[in-house]
């Protein structure tokens, strides 16, 4: 079988667990004999003129092709020129790439960077698309369904023009393509810099002042809450990307849903669409759970970013509460630079990597996933609970699903309908280790199929079912 995966860009620049996913699973079934290729946003080259080009290179063992010129990959960011996004000029080019190569199957895992004009080219000829639901670009242009820190089920992106933020540079965009840049994420002492906790301090100071004078469009808030002026052409701007987005969406023939709620979510925006309920997971997640014993001070760990999204500001809020009234004896370690530099109780660590896991994991009691937005999945739940770590994770989790094939292996909370429901739990756990033990007996109890190859046989199949419709 001949597939093609398309993903919105590689490592260095692109990490996080939509790409690990991607690149394990190509990787995987390559490995079965499939011949499986990339395609991805290259880098940006002013002598063509805007054209599109792709060119073809090699990731890994794998064959990857390039798209020169490719459309902004903002990550849920704005740009100046948000019409960059409606661009569709490169019918011909991506019909002749696809007849080239002539995949059986396509598989989406973004629509960042890509036309519109890709998936028509492969409708008309008659190509199946697969597409993931990592997270939800193309129904939101923030990603995460948000708007004031709540849940966003709008359809009228007119309202989205008020909502997105600070603007980001397209100059900055074409910069994280270069190859220099490229060199400089992979360059051992710029990665020092970036975590060092010695310079750290400055790049905060210097972060803070960056914010202070930073020039916003007149899009969104004030600081002072006071809503600026949107106009007219800018709200229809907004409405025709929503209507873009929703013709990618009809080009797409199965959907891989991640979760019961990304169906949920993604249905309530698109209506009812052919799909397959297929949990993810990767290369890097085996079954290395053991009992585990909890003494000392109690050590909590964080895995996600400091978006406020993700929920850190909100367990931040609750340990300072909870230190504050005298229970000390805990430890917090994040993976992420914080901006908190004397919290005492706050270790900060640089990003882990497949070598580090173990160590990361073997270093938490408990595993806290706060999420103010809807995750689709949540791949840190399961890493977790593969080192029989509990998890404490908020409604909004995708993976919150796993519990119910073996309750009491964490606890989920409702965090916006009572703010006090983290701090509740946790203290809990401080002053009852034994709820850990519990969840950790459960965890080692629970009758999981960690083969990942078994995860690359559900998607073939899902593929073969495709190509056989068509």
Same mark, same amino acid.
Not at 97 to 114: A, C, Q, R, V
């Given at each position: 079988?001949?597939?093609?995966?398309?993903?919105?860009?590689?490592?260095?620049?692109?990490?996080?667990?939509?790409?690990?996913?991607?690149?394990?699973?190509?990787?995987?079934?390559?490995?079965?004999?499939?011949?499986?290729?990339?395609?991805?946003?290259?880098?940006?080259?002013?002598?063509?003129?805007?054209?599109?080009?792709?060119?073809?290179? +090699?990731?890994?063992?794998?064959?990857?092709?390039?798209?020169?010129?490719?459309?902004?990959?903002?990550?849920?960011?704005?740009?100046?020129?948000?019409?960059?996004?409606?661009?569709?000029?490169?019918?011909?080019?991506? %019909?002749?790439?696809?007849?080239?190569?002539?995949?059986? !199957?396509?598989?989406?895992?973004?629509?960042?960077?890509?036309?519109?004009? %890709?998936?028509?080219?492969?409708?008309?000829?008659?190509?199946?698309?697969?597409?993931?639901?990592?997270?939800?670009?193309?129904?939101?242009?923030?990603?995460?369904?948000?708007?004031?820190?709540?849940?966003?089920?709008?359809?009228?992106?007119?309202?989205?023009?008020?909502?997105?933020?600070?603007?980001?540079?397209?100059?900055?965009?074409?910069?994280?393509?270069?190859?220099?840049?490229?060199?400089? +994420?992979?360059?051992?002492?710029?990665?020092?810099?970036?975590?060092?906790?010695?310079?750290?301090?400055?790049?905060?100071?210097?972060?803070?002042?960056?914010?202070?004078?930073?020039?916003?469009?007149? !899009?969104?808030?004030?600081?002072?809450?006071?809503?600026?002026?949107?106009?007219?052409?800018?709200?229809?701007?907004?409405?025709?990307?929503?209507?873009?987005?929703?013709?990618?969406?009809?080009? !797409?023939?199965?959907?891989?849903?991640?979760?019961?709620?990304?169906?949920?979510?993604?249905?309530?925006?698109?209506?009812?669409?052919?799909?397959?309920?297929?949990?993810?997971?990767?290369?890097?997640?085996?079954?290395?759970?053991?009992?585990?014993?909890?003494?000392?001070?109690?050590?909590?760990?964080?895995?996600?970013?400091?978006?406020? %999204?993700?929920?850190?500001?909100?367990? +931040?809020?609750?340990?300072?509460?909870?230190?504050?009234?005298?229970?000390?004896?805990?430890?917090?370690?994040?993976? %992420?630079?914080?901006?908190?530099?004397?919290?005492?109780?706050?270790?900060?660590?640089?990003?882990?990597?497949?070598?580090?896991?173990?160590?990361?994991?073997?270093?938490?009691?408990?595993?806290?996933?706060?999420?103010?937005?809807?995750?689709?999945?949540?791949?840190?739940?399961?890493?977790?609970?593969?080192?029989?770590?509990?998890?404490?994770?908020?409604?909004?989790?995708?993976?919150?699903?796993?519990?119910?094939?073996?309750?009491?292996?964490?606890?989920?909370?409702?965090?916006?309908?009572?703010?006090?429901?983290?701090?509740?739990?946790?203290?809990?756990?401080?002053?009852?280790?034994?709820?850990?033990?519990?969840?950790?007996?459960?965890?080692?109890?629970?009758?999981?199929?960690?083969?990942?190859?078994?995860? !690359?046989?559900?998607?073939?199949?899902?593929?073969?079912?495709?190509?056989?419709?068509?």
């Amino acid at each position: 079988m001949k597939i093609l995966h398309y993903i919105h860009g590689l490592p260095p620049v692109r990490n996080g667990g939509l790409v690990q996913y991607t690149l394990d699973l190509a990787q995987g079934e390559c490995e079965l004999g499939n011949d499986v290729q990339l395609l991805v946003p290259g880098r940006f080259n002013r002598r063509l003129k805007g054209r599109t080009e792709i060119r073809t290179g +090699k990731w890994g063992n794998l064959p990857c092709h390039y798209i020169i010129n490719p459309l902004p990959v903002t990550e849920g960011k704005r740009i100046v020129h948000m019409e960059r996004l409606l661009e569709q000029n490169s019918f011909e080019r991506f %019909f002749s790439f696809l007849k080239m190569i002539s995949p059986d !199957i396509i598989h989406m895992h973004s629509f960042m960077g890509i036309e519109c004009t %890709f998936l028509e080219a492969a409708k008309k000829l008659g190509i199946p698309v697969v597409f993931t639901t990592h997270d939800y670009y193309g129904l939101c242009p923030k990603v995460n369904l948000l708007e004031n820190g709540k849940n966003c089920d709008r359809t009228d992106w007119r309202r989205c023009a008020s909502c997105m933020g600070a603007v980001v540079s397209e100059k900055k965009i074409i910069w994280q393509h270069s190859d220099m840049y490229k060199k400089l +994420k992979e360059n051992k002492i710029f990665h020092w810099l970036e975590y060092s906790p010695k310079v750290l301090p400055y790049k905060m100071y210097v972060r803070n002042i960056r914010k202070k004078n930073r020039n916003f469009v007149n !899009i969104g808030q004030e600081d002072d809450g006071s809503k600026r002026v949107v106009s007219e052409c800018q709200l229809e701007l907004y409405e025709a990307l929503r209507e873009y987005y929703l013709r990618m969406y009809r080009n !797409i023939t199965c959907f891989h849903f991640n979760s019961r709620q990304s169906r949920q979510v993604f249905e309530s925006y698109l209506g009812k669409v052919k799909g397959e309920i297929i949990p993810i997971t990767n290369r890097r997640i085996k079954d290395n759970r053991r009992i585990n014993k909890y003494n000392g001070k109690l050590k909590i760990g964080y895995l996600g970013s400091g978006q406020r %999204f993700k929920g850190y500001w909100y367990l +931040k809020e609750t340990l300072d509460a909870m230190y504050a009234s005298g229970m000390t004896e805990f430890e917090c370690h994040i993976y %992420f630079n914080a901006p908190d530099l004397n919290c005492p109780y706050l270790y900060r660590h640089a990003p882990y990597n497949k070598k580090e896991m173990e160590m990361v994991f073997r270093n938490m009691d408990v595993l806290v996933v706060p999420s103010l937005c809807r995750e689709t999945f949540g791949m840190v739940v399961l890493e977790a609970f593969s080192f029989g770590v509990p998890v404490i994770m908020s409604s909004y989790v995708g993976a919150k699903e796993l519990l119910g094939e073996s309750p009491g292996m964490g606890i989920v909370i409702q965090i916006q309908q009572d703010n006090g429901a983290l701090r509740n739990v946790l203290e809990k756990i401080y002053k009852d280790r034994n709820i850990l033990s519990r969840m950790n007996k459960k965890i080692c109890e629970w009758d999981y199929e960690w083969d990942y190859d078994k995860h !690359i046989a559900k998607m073939i199949n899902l593929y073969r079912g495709q190509i056989c419709e068509m």
